[in-house]
């Protein structure tokens, strides 16, 4: 019998990566008896899982399970981030129930679950470099959006209480650089001979440090004073978001990730957190949540109180990206 694993994310669990990996390994684990969505595009995979789980089957999905059933596939695997939060809505689980009995298939759910400290300092890192906002770190996390992601005391109550649903729970903690997607895999019941044989792939994502952090929000108030976030086609801000990116890099802005967290902020988020991690981590794993904070090093920055040259670099750079936005020429005459 086939079986269908949807592997829900959520956002900010290393998706990108697992995605990336099991396009990378589509080839021995069809021969491990697992099919994945036809596409290799990670936003078709977001986008037809997103609608399934609104109810919309897609063609591209229909077929491919389909022919999977039919062929006798051990497992069909779909994978997307998108339904982490449809986790959270009845009558979504409902639509994903209804999709595995249409195909007489049981179905799994597998979620990676990860600390609120570490999953928000991506989440700020992330709007900040791809100039969305310039909120302080401990604004950001004192109210985040939208907040009932992060409140594991209700997050997963729609898919933990259907009873046709097993939901597999996996810590952040056992995804490792490279092999991301082996946990997953693994959760999902593929046979972990087949996974060992998995070709580790080196990760592509390198998180943003303090300068690159202090000069995003910069150049986003910048941006913003001179009414160019709004009159600039998204795309044309995501480009100065990759140039500047790319130029901390180059020049070698950072040395170490930025982390928001001091130590009082800390400890009070994880009070504010660890109940309803608790109750999630007794329903999925039989046990407290227990000490599984990170706790780095406070790494936030001060523009003014860098080497004067780093400072110099960093304001030109924001200027001439700043003047390199392509603002659409009836706006530009405008300005």
Same mark, same amino acid.
């Given at each position: ?8 994310? =959520? ?24 099919? /994945? ?49 449809? @986790? ?18 049981? /179905? ?8 609120? @400290?570490?999953? /928000? ?76 044989? /998995? #070709? ?6 390198? =998180? ?17 004073? @001179? ?35 001091? #130590? ?72």
């Amino acid at each position: 019998m086939t079986r269908l694993v949807i592997h829900a994310g =959520p956002r900010n669990t290393s998706w990108s990566d697992v995605q990336r990996q099991l396009v990378a390994w589509r080839q021995p684990l069809h021969q491990a008896g697992v099919v /994945l969505h036809p596409d290799d595009r990670p936003e078709s995979w977001l986008t037809d899982a997103a609608e399934l789980a609104r109810g919309v089957q897609t063609t591209a999905l229909v077929t491919t399970v389909d022919a999977a059933v039919s062929a006798g596939a051990s497992i069909v695997l779909l994978s997307a981030e998108s339904v982490g939060d449809a @986790l959270r809505d009845p009558d979504q689980v409902a639509n994903l129930v209804a999709f595995a009995k249409q195909f007489a298939m049981p /179905l799994t759910v597998v979620a990676v679950v990860r600390d609120q @400290l570490g999953r /928000l300092n991506e989440v700020y890192c992330e709007r900040v470099a791809l100039l969305q906002m310039a909120r302080t770190f401990p604004s950001f996390a004192a109210d985040p959006s939208p907040p009932q992601r992060y409140d594991y005391s209700t997050a997963f109550d729609a898919v933990i209480t259907d009873p046709e649903v097993d939901l597999v729970a996996v810590p952040y903690s056992d995804l490792d650089a490279g092999t991301e997607a082996k946990p997953v895999l693994r959760a999902g019941g593929v046979d972990p001979a087949s996974i060992s044989e /998995l #070709p580790d792939t080196p990760p592509l994502l390198r =998180p943003p440090g303090p300068v690159q952090v202090a000069a995003a929000r910069l150049m986003f108030k910048r941006l913003w004073r @001179l009414g160019i976030i709004k009159r600039a086609p998204r795309s044309s801000i995501l480009e100065a978001a990759a140039a500047l990116e790319e130029h901390s890099v180059t020049a070698g802005w950072d040395r170490a990730p930025y982390w928001g967290w001091d #130590p009082a902020s800390r400890a009070e988020a994880i009070g504010r957190y660890r109940p309803g991690n608790d109750k999630l981590a007794r329903s999925v794993w039989g046990r407290e949540w227990g000490d599984d904070w990170p706790d780095f090093d406070f790494v936030e920055t001060d523009l003014a109180s860098l080497d004067p040259r780093l400072v110099v670099d960093v304001l030109t750079t924001i200027d001439q990206l700043v003047k390199d936005v392509d603002i659409p020429s009836e706006t530009a005459a405008e300005s």
